[in-house]
């Protein structure tokens, strides 16, 4: 066991864990599986945080008096050293005079403040960034004095959520050019995200048995932040994949006396398999080479080669060949840098205190930004070779991987998907039973429009988000075929067979009508038939972007109706850079069952004052996409029940014969407030004039470019990263809307290369 636990040691070579990192990441061992076979479970603490905020201990209080004991033994001085200067009598930043804060929370109503309070030191968000980080442990009995106290006051003392919302940072702030916040970006790890670790499975041959151990953390506006922490489930499943891998590169049958490989093993690994004639060093040697560079694209460390040269011998010895070489092979595969992006840091502090990223560090950043894969060789050898050791140089290769017409960057794409979440109109359930107008709803097609639209401008790379925003061209699929032309034939053999069918069978045939092909997808345009050429341009006064195309208005929609709280909440918080409130859990938030009125009209109830504190944000900046129906269709007027008639439509006996409509015109007209521009604020008259409204904006254009920056650097923006975002949307200004120049300027920014190492307190 003190051979298998060394393994953590020495974390001084290429993309490994530095000596000031260790707490980041621990990797234990123990045998399992007969004599031997080797288990890594990975647990990521993030620099004391996450560590400390999980160290509640068994911590227990019987009475007040031994809290109060603790209380003053721990805590007082803990917030005498680190807390009192800013939270007291003279300065009670954030109302908040911890002198006089009851440390007693069952006779006192304090346990809400002193929930906040350890929440706000678990989160390192205090104290604040320029002072000194506590030390772990004395940290550690804060938060669980706080939490046995809690408990023995009966109070529900959990954390809550982190409101991942990043538009809580003010934009003034982030794009004042007079007043740029010093940057001051953590060192990072986290762990791959569910489609890079897709790709590493992809790369070793998807083998069977083998599955995702990771999920999207779910509750950011992008998928890839805030990932969760291995847990154990996950570590399981990393253990079996590594198993299960090692397994597939060592199969072999014997034949005769002679082993052969099954596959493409390579004769390294084969090389030990022989159960009689044991390796010898320099063959164990040669196959841990191997391995590392199959795994982690570069030669081991002499360190590293020592103990997994001696960790294989170990475990030939104790379980015999083809295991013993199969547990040392998949140590490799559960290395921290097999599962985690490395984005620490190397060297001295520059002279405004930031660390620059080790240039392999950079090349793994750059390759998961664009891509779902490892670094290719030719980023590698750039890596290795000096050319990305300035920003100039990283902005080079960016631009290389951007421009290669060869290059897979499937991120791009999501990027945009993510951003507009026009996908998620395959997830609304749409009721198209008993209605012939709406038989062939295909939200999947629709989505596959909207992306090809989306790859289209960004080709075109000129104004990428005005275009977005504005453009009246479109996509218009042909499903279930290849090209027009077989299409074309197709629907008229299906004519020529329902006319055939009619002929022999009048009267069965009298009430029928043909649906043809497709036929919901292009009336979803507005179109009486796909057209020939693409992109088709829609009519100016009907569509204008994104917005207007039948994928997102569909994912902004129910099973019946449109969802224009919803459509107002999207373009208040990813185009207007605003907070929405998150809906407080006592609401029930139900528009009234009232089919004789329109969607505006019910949702009249959201303007009583408890209501109206939210929804002032979203209504007006959603009802204006009232132009379209639930199906994404131009639309003048909307159908609703009227009661007199349907109250006159009954039979001879008096009984109902169903409900009767009336069309009622649409009210388009909306309005934009409580921004903070006041270029921005004003009334609109429909959705054309909102969103080109929108698109003409500058500060739009900044809060895109904020998105941009959470995307592709996985966290949200800080006012320490405000140069960064400043000089990504200069650069996309001065290249006319260029998204390409945009990722460029962002991807070779101080706030993606560099990092500022956190002070600790000493003993």
Known sequence: MEFYSSLDRDHSGPGQVPPSWRSVISVFSCLVVGCAAILFVLAPFLAGQEKTGSATGDLKFATAAESKNEYARI???????????????????GD?????????????????????????????????????RPEAESLAGVVRWAHAEAKRAGKHFSRRAAHVNGNLVSHKVLFDPKNIPPYQGDPRVRRLSPEIYKGFLKDHGNIKGTGQPFSPEGRNTFKDMGAPTIDEPVTAQLLQNALLIAENQTAHKIEGEKIKGIGNVPKEFLALLDPKTPPSDQQIEAAVALQFNTILKRQPTDAEQKRFAGLMKKTIADAGPIH?????????????????????????????GRVRLAPREIAFALAYALTDKRPDAKLLTTAATGGLDNDEGVAKEVRRMLDDPKADNPRILRFFQEYFEYP??????????GSVVHLGHDPKVLVEDTDKLVLYLFEQDKEVLREL???????????????????????????AKFEAEKAKNPERYKNRTLQLPGKAIYESYGLKDFPDVQPVELPGDQRAGIMTQ??????????????????????????????????????????????????????SVTKEEFCWKCHRFMNNTGLPFEQFDGFGRFRTTERVVDPEATAKNVDGKGKSKGPLFRDVAVDTTGSIAHVGDPSLEGDV??????????????RVEQVFVRHAFRYWLGRNETPGDAGSLQAA?????????????????????????YRVPVVTEKK
């Open 424 to 433: 998620k109109a395959v997830d609304v359930f749409k009721e198209t039973t």
């Open 729 to 753: 949307h200069k650069a996309y200004r001065a290249n006319q809307g260029s998204m390409k120049a945009l990722i460029t300027a962002l991807l070779a920014s101080e706030s993606f290369l």
């Open 96 to 132: 908040l005079d911890l002198t006089q804060l009851d440390p007693d929370m069952k006779e006192s109503s304090s346990g809400a403040r002193w929930a906040m309070v350890v929440e706000k030191l678990t989160r390192g968000e205090m104290p604040p960034r320029d002072r000194p």
């Open 550 to 603: 039948p994928s997102w208005l569909v994912a902004f929609s129910t099973t019946f109706d449109n969802h224009a709280i919803f459509r107002g909440k999207w373009v208040r918080e990813r185009l207007l850079g605003n907070a929405v409130p998150d809906l407080p859990v006592t609401v029930d938030a139900q528009l009234p069952d009232a089919p004789e009125k329109t969607l505006r009209e019910r949702m």
């Open 685 to 698: 008259k429909n959705p054309i004039e909102f969103v080109k409204k929108l698109a003409g904006s500058e």
């Open 324 to 352: 013993g070489v199969r547990y040392g092979l998949a140590a490799v595969l559960l290395l921290p840098e097999a599962v985690f992006r490395m984005e620490v840091g190397t060297g001295k502090a520059d002279e405004k």
């Open 469 to 495: 925003l504005t453009t009246n061209k479109s996509f218009v699929a042909i499903k279930s075929a290849s090209t027009f032309a077989q299409f074309r034939k197709a629907r008229v053999d299906a004519i």
């Open 75 to 93: 805590a007082k001085p803990f917030f005498a050293k680190h807390c009192v200067a800013c939270h007291s009598p003279k300065n009670s930043e």
